[in-house]
Each structure stands twice: as structure tokens, then as C-alpha cells.
């Protein structure tokens, strides 16, 4: 019974659009990756050296963070495919609800002040 377990398959069980959508996806997600190592590398470079002012090199890392989050949460965490509603939703309401708690936490611990 496990004699054949050693033979290669005849056949895929993926039809071959599946396979070139496979390999297209896992391509996008190669360039993705690559282009997110790039602007980590270039925050780095930013805070690394005087490239970018000091007055503006906040707000830049920040839109670089803002750009990658985008890419992770459409990419690698898959929100821009269908059938994910529920995993949308439970990312959104947790984003609603970290985002006010930090900004609270600062408050008191008094971080910022206003």
C-alpha cells in the first residue's frame, strides 16, 4: 500500500490557471516583501543620517510606516481578497480600539500633554 508513495504524481490537482494565478500571486508577494525591505532600509537610512531635516524626519517615517502597514494588511494579511469580511471586521474594530487606549495611556502617563 505505501509502495507508491515514493512516485512523483502524474497529474496536479491545480488546473493550470490555478497554477499561473499561483505563481503570479507568489510573485506579487516577492515584490511586495522586497519593496518593503527597501523602505525599511530607507527609514533606517533617514534617521541613520542627516538625508532627511530633523523637522520633517518624524512625519516622514511615519508616512514610510503608513505605506508599509497598507502593504502588510493588503498583501501578506490578505484583506484585499474576498471572503475575508469577518477578519476585516475584527482588524478594524481592534484598530478602533488600540488606537484611542494608546492615545489615553499617553495622556495619563503624560507622555504628551495638552
Known amino acids: 500500500m505505501a509502495d507508491n508513495l515514493?512516485?512523483?504524481?502524474?497529474?496536479?490537482?491545480?488546473t493550470e490557471e490555478e497554477k499561473r494565478q499561483t505563481k503570479k500571486e507568489i510573485r506579487r508577494q516577492i515584490i511586495?516583501?522586497?519593496l518593503m525591505i527597501f523602505l525599511?532600509?530607507?527609514?533606517f537610512l533617514a534617521v541613520g543620517s542627516d538625508?532627511?531635516?530633523?523637522?520633517?524626519a518624524v512625519p516622514f517615517i511615519l508616512i514610510l510606516a503608513a505605506v508599509q502597514?497598507?502593504?502588510q494588511?493588503?498583501?501578506f494579511m490578505h484583506m484585499k481578497d474576498k471572503d475575508h469580511a469577518w477578519?476585516?471586521?475584527?482588524m478594524i474594530t481592534g484598530i478602533f480600539v488600540t488606537?484611542?487606549?494608546i492615545a489615553a495611556l499617553m495622556l495619563l502617563l503624560g507622555i504628551t500633554k495638552y
Open 32 to 34: 511586495v516583501f522586497a
Open 6 to 14: 515514493s512516485q512523483s504524481f502524474d497529474k496536479s490537482a491545480m
Open 40 to 43: 525599511t532600509i530607507l527609514a
Open 73 to 75: 494588511l493588503l498583501f
Open 87 to 90: 477578519a476585516n471586521a475584527f
Open 99 to 101: 488606537v484611542p487606549t
Open 69 to 71: 502597514l497598507a502593504l
Open 51 to 56: 538625508i532627511v531635516p530633523r523637522s520633517f
